[in-house]
């Protein structure tokens, strides 16, 4: 059965630093999407990504945040300059254009800790 | 606003106990109503889902039914195994924003 990959799937990295978190969607899939659980709180929306650019992104999502779909296989996550409060993990997700609407597939998520 | 309110975990059972996961969820429209399951290591999984009121998503044993008029879709199982301990996200989609809101999840624990 296709697979949404993460990696990797945990990732410490020093407040300051850069992070690309690295997804490969369903290879047919066209709608991408980034959610993130901090620690004992609830799954939230990032961001969503269609034809090469946003279509939509939370409030979370502010500058320090980033997406990209480089090579038309991996769709990753940047984050410019961690802070403590980005620990969380995070899921990457996709669907296809047509068909069930809510078939979202999504990775086992990376768990990124910043210290 | 949009959210979803689920019991606090973390749940614990002993092997072939009755299951009840509660959750409520205020939304502005109509939305679809969702149970995902995380299994230890690995990524949300679609468990069941309903997307009209009076729906019954069921998978696994597992049964839902989507109640507008007190605005629940609690998970149940009759007879849970070791194998079902996950942690469980209820979860709802309005059409046209094609994302979810997620609650906290529950985490089960079944004992043998």
């Known amino acids: 059965e296709p697979e949404v990959t993460q990696t990797p799937s945990h990732q410490v990295t020093q407040m300051g630093q850069e992070v690309i978190l690295r997804c490969v969607p369903i290879s047919n899939h066209l709608y991408f999407y980034w959610y993130r659980q901090i620690l004992g709180q609830k799954v939230e929306f990032l961001v969503s990504f269609y034809n090469n650019e946003i279509s939509e992104k939370s409030e979370i999502f502010d500058d320090q945040f980033s997406v990209e779909r480089p090579d038309g296989s991996n769709f990753t996550l940047k984050i410019r300059s961690t802070k403590l409060e980005d620990s969380a993990m995070y899921f990457c997700?996709?669907?296809?254009?047509?068909?069930?609407?809510?078939?979202?597939?999504f990775g086992s998520g990376t768990r990124l800790t910043v210290v | 606003g949009n959210s979803v309110t689920q019991m606090e975990g973390p749940v614990t059972l002993s092997e072939e106990a009755f299951l009840t996961i509660n959750c409520t969820y205020t939304a502005t429209g109509y939305p679809s109503l969702f149970w995902y399951v995380q299994y230890p290591g690995e990524g949300l999984q679609l468990l069941l889902k309903?997307?009209?009121?009076?729906d019954k998503g069921s998978n696994k044993g597992f049964e839902a039914t989507y109640r507008k008029e007190t605005t629940s879709f609690h998970l149940e199982k009759g007879s849970v195994q070791v194998s079902d301990s996950a942690v469980y996200f209820c979860a709802l989609f309005l059409s046209g924003t094609y994302k979810y809101i997620f609650g906290t999840g529950t985490r089960l624990k079944v004992l043998a």
């Open positions: 997700a996709s669907r296809p254009g047509t068909g069930d609407l809510y078939g979202y597939t």
């Open positions: 309903a997307t009209k009121a009076d």
